[in-house]
């Protein structure tokens, strides 16, 4: 069985891989796969910190800063500076969401008014 680190690897080689006749595309797709990494990593290790069951330490928070504001600078420098996007590209769905829990507290309300 491969590790985390050996799949990702050869999942990189893989899709590399696939675009290697069309230099253009060849050389977006790696930087693409380069900063994915890159932020993957970042994520990784926030999320180990997150879930871990043992108690927080200043060297914890320290790291956690530190993966924190380098993924923050990652994204800012991939998506915010080319597309002037810093959330989701549509929240239509949170839209929809807030609507449905407002009229569902309403009704909650009217229910209870009734008694």
Same mark, same amino acid.
């Given at each position: 069985? *491969?590790?985390?680190?050996? /799949?990702? /690897?050869?999942? &990189? $080689? ?5 675009? !290697?006749?069309?230099? !253009?595309?060849? /050389?977006?797709? =790696? $930087?693409?796969?380069?900063? #994915?990494? +890159?932020?993957?990593? @970042? *994520? ?6 997150? &879930?871990?069951? %043992? &108690?927080?330490? +200043? %060297? &914890?928070?320290?790291? *956690?800063?530190? @993966? ?9 420098? %991939? *998506?915010? $500076? =080319? ?6 590209? #549509?929240? $239509? ?5 807030? @609507?449905?829990?407002? !009229? ?9 008014? %009734? /008694?």
């Amino acid at each position: 069985m *491969l590790s985390d680190d050996s /799949r990702t /690897r050869r999942i &990189k $080689e893989i899709v590399i891989k696939a675009y !290697e006749n069309d230099e !253009e595309v060849n /050389r977006q797709v =790696r $930087e693409v796969m380069d900063w #994915s990494d +890159k932020a993957g990593y @970042h *994520l990784f290790r926030m999320g180990e910190i997150m &879930k871990s069951q %043992q &108690k927080a330490s +200043k %060297q &914890k928070i320290k790291a *956690l800063k530190y @993966h924190s504001c380098h993924f923050m600078a990652l994204w800012y420098e %991939q *998506l915010t $500076e =080319r597309y002037g996007m810093t959330g989701r590209p #549509s929240t $239509e769905g949170a839209e929809n969401k807030h @609507h449905w829990l407002n !009229e569902q507290t309403k009704a909650c309300i009217n229910s209870s008014d %009734q /008694r």
